[in-house]
């Protein structure tokens, strides 16, 4: 096929289906490498050329056999561009470009984008307000930071996504008997000052190093929040051009610049404290938001961040301009819940605003959207409480045994 390009898709999650699809529409060879234990998931089978499957889940990948199979595919087929679709990925991706030898993010950018601390100690440099923070390699300097930053502090996994993994501690002596359980993986945490405050974040679009799109959105419950007590998963965006907002977007224009993203899709955190109304960089990813987030942000915006992220990927191996398509300024927010049961029957919620229905199996949650902020948060106040009484099943969050 005429400018026909080679894409090499990496996500040891069922994800970015959008993504492969578009992709493939484009006019592109599309290849994927994922879990095996994924093998009968609906991955779009008409839209991949071929995919190739790794033993094991995440981190039970060998690098070295991933290089050693990619490598020998690259003996028959030339590969022009490789995309890591999940959090997880990215480590894979960049190793492969850097011995490859293949465009795109390596491995010293990726660090800024799936390791916290990299991302502290970045945007630190870059003038970024952050909380204050401590590695886990030094006593003398965990004992400073305990000594000088107020409690409580929270031990999170350098390099695990979302809220896995984050242990709140309120005072010195219980801080020093979770890093002696650490043992050895003290190195792969970090300690950090808790915050209380709302949590915002941006999805954005990036291409040729600037932010062509961006969605500032607000978690009424927060992952961490979900992760660690249960109850329903609650996002919806904010008020267009409000302080919020355009606070929010000049510091993750700050942050995606100083980090060095120059194309793509991103996801960014941010926390407004309570106590001061200062606005703190928590985290950032080189992905499309999980948990839903790309479906309540297109229903709000009318731009799909998986397809535009395909379509800036495509323009980038054609040497070609990218557009934006016209984009909507409506509202939308998502209620997500485990659920008690596998196909749970949401029948009862009947509303107009009620746009998209979570096919995830365990999981009950809708998107709802409206031309009224108003409407959409009363939506999600009733929703997230009549889910929480019919609909919730609390599991214990899983000790993390294997860290990234």
Not at 50 to 64: R, S
Not at 136 to 142: A, K, M, R, S
Not at 194 to 220: A, M, N, Q, R, W
Request: glycine share 6%; aromatic share 10%; net charge neutral.
């Amino acid at each position: 096929m005429e400018n026909s390009k080679t894409f090499l898709c990496i996500s040891n999650y069922f994800k970015g289906s959008d993504f492969l699809i578009q992709l493939k529409k484009l006019g592109n060879k599309v290849y994927l490498v994922t879990s095996d234990k994924l093998r009968n998931e609906a991955w779009p089978l008409d839209h991949i050329d071929e995919i190739f499957y790794m033993e094991g889940q995440d981190v039970d990948w060998n690098l070295e056999h991933l290089l050693l199979g990619v490598g020998n595919f690259m003996k028959a087929t030339k590969i022009d561009a490789i995309v890591a679709l999940d959090d997880y990925d990215v480590e894979k991706a960049t190793y492969l470009r850097e011995n490859l030898r293949i465009d795109g993010m390596g491995q010293t950018t990726g660090r800024y984008f799936r390791d916290k601390l990299a991302m502290r100690m970045r945007a630190k440099s870059c003038g970024i307000a952050i909380p204050a923070f401590c590695s886990l390699f030094n006593d003398h300097d965990l004992n400073t930071f305990a000594d000088s930053v107020q409690a409580p502090w929270v031990f999170k996994p350098r390099s695990e996504a979302s809220a896995a993994g984050i242990i709140k501690v309120y005072d010195k002596e219980s801080l020093w008997i979770h890093i002696n359980e650490m043992g050895n993986n003290r190195f792969k945490y970090l300690l950090e000052q808790f915050k209380p405050g709302d949590v915002y974040h941006c999805d954005s679009l990036i291409f040729e190093g600037k932010i062509i799109f961006s969605l500032t959105s607000k978690y009424l419950t927060t992952p961490m929040e979900v992760s660690q007590g249960g109850g329903v998963f609650c996002s919806s965006n904010i008020k267009y051009n409000s302080i919020d907002d355009k606070a929010i977007k000049k510091i993750n224009e700050q942050v995606l610049k100083g980090f060095g993203l120059k194309h793509g899709a991103a996801h960014t955190e941010f926390i407004k404290c309570d106590e001061t109304n200062q606005i703190y960089f928590l985290e950032t990813s080189s992905r499309v938001g999980g948990a839903h987030l790309a479906e309540m942000v297109a229903e709000a915006s009318n731009i799909n961040l998986w397809k535009e992220w395909a379509e800036i990927e495509n323009c980038l191996v054609k040497e070609k301009k990218y557009s934006l398509p016209k984009v909507k300024k409506g509202y939308a927010g998502i209620a997500l819940t485990l659920s008690k049961v596998e196909h749970p029957d949401l029948k009862t919620f009947s509303d107009p605003e009620i746009c998209f229905i979570v096919p995830l199996k365990f999981h009950a949650g809708l998107i709802v959207k409206s031309d009224k902020q108003e409407r959409v948060l009363a939506l999600l106040e009733d929703y997230g409480n009549r889910l929480a009484a019919n609909f919730t099943a609390i599991v214990e969050q899983s000790k993390i045994t294997t860290l990234h």
